[in-house]
């Protein structure tokens, strides 16, 4: 447990230099923004208030690292999927079966003037043959070229985490010109409410509330259209926004293992938290897929192959 929270979800000089400088005028606005929030009781006729919400969201440490475990479990699922030598054989099969195979024959023949029936007679005699050397050539190919494949993948995924620093950059300073999310959040009911007892805040700083296998998710995708979102301006204020206007109940306690279920890797007291409860639940939400998610994409990965 950390006592102190400076620099924590922190990452020195991560988005460079002319980005980070992007980035500290726009957050330089933002944050009287949040202070008029926290003064807030009740309704937010603040236009502002979605565009802190989607800046906030895509700006965490959390989402970096979530979208890095992602890309790289997908990408070892696919070294292990073609490192296997009957994984490439049906491959090869699937796009080029015997019936291609002759088809093929066939032309080139045909391609040095052979007569068709004289083309159907050498096929007959010589293509269960010639298809017996194919598939043969497949099979010694396949176990000769999986080592290599699994070799070259792990190589390539040396450079996954930098590659993707790369992508998330690209992606966030388009996004400060253009974010689709400040569009959607603005057509959201805002409102502060008060909290009874302390909040904690997560590391992914708003939750987002679903239909769906997890009730809650640390991250807006279109696979789930968001109902509410929920974040902590402070200890006791609570910003809630809505696609209509119907609002529940500030309840600290529920609301607090949401936070802490989907953080990845922290969430912020104000209070020293007595047992293991909290602590225990961080991650359960975490990421933006679940197991089922990712094997479901999978699957189909696997399908267009």
């Not at 944050?31 to 989607?54: K, N, S, W």
């Not at 005699?125 to 494949?149: F, H, T």
């Not at 805040?201 to 991250?219: M, N, T």
């Amino acid at each position: 447990m950390e006592i102190n929270t400076k620099n924590i979800g922190a990452e020195r000089d991560f988005y460079g230099h002319e980005l980070d400088a992007r980035i500290t005028d726009l957050e330089t606005g933002f944050a009287p923004l949040a202070e008029a929030l926290r003064c807030c009781d009740g309704p937010v006729d603040i236009r502002e208030t979605g565009d802190l919400v989607a800046h906030l969201t895509l700006r965490t440490r959390a989402l970096r690292q979530s979208a890095i475990a992602l890309a790289a479990q997908m990408t070892d699922r696919m070294r292990q999927y073609l490192s296997n030598p009957d994984v490439l054989k049906a491959a090869v099969r699937k796009k080029m079966p015997n019936s291609e195979v002759l088809k093929r024959l066939r032309e080139n023949m045909a391609k040095e003037g052979l007569k068709k029936h004289e083309i159907e007679r050498r096929i007959l005699a010589a293509g269960p043959k010639l298809l017996q050397v194919w598939n043969q050539s497949i099979d010694g190919r396949a176990e000769e070229i999986a080592p290599v494949v699994n070799s070259a993948a792990r190589e390539a995924m040396k450079g996954h985490a930098e590659r993707m620093r790369v992508t998330f950059i690209d992606a966030l300073s388009r996004g400060l010109d253009d974010n689709p999310r400040v569009r959607a959040y603005r057509e959201f009911t805002w409102c502060v409410l008060s909290a009874t007892e302390p909040l904690i805040l997560g590391d992914s700083v708003c939750v987002f509330e679903v239909d769906g296998e997890r009730p809650f998710k640390p991250w807006d995708d279109e696979t789930t259209p968001t109902k509410r979102i929920f974040m902590p301006l402070s200890s006791n204020r609570l910003l809630i926004g809505s696609r209509d206007d119907t609002l529940p109940p500030v309840d600290a306690p529920v609301l607090n293992r949401t936070f802490s279920r989907c953080s990845l890797e922290f969430f912020v007291s104000s209070k020293r938290i007595n047992g293991p409860e909290l602590a225990e639940s961080v991650g359960v939400w975490s990421g933006i897929a679940t197991n089922s998610e990712l094997n479901a994409v999978w699957e189909q990965i696997k399908d267009d192959w």
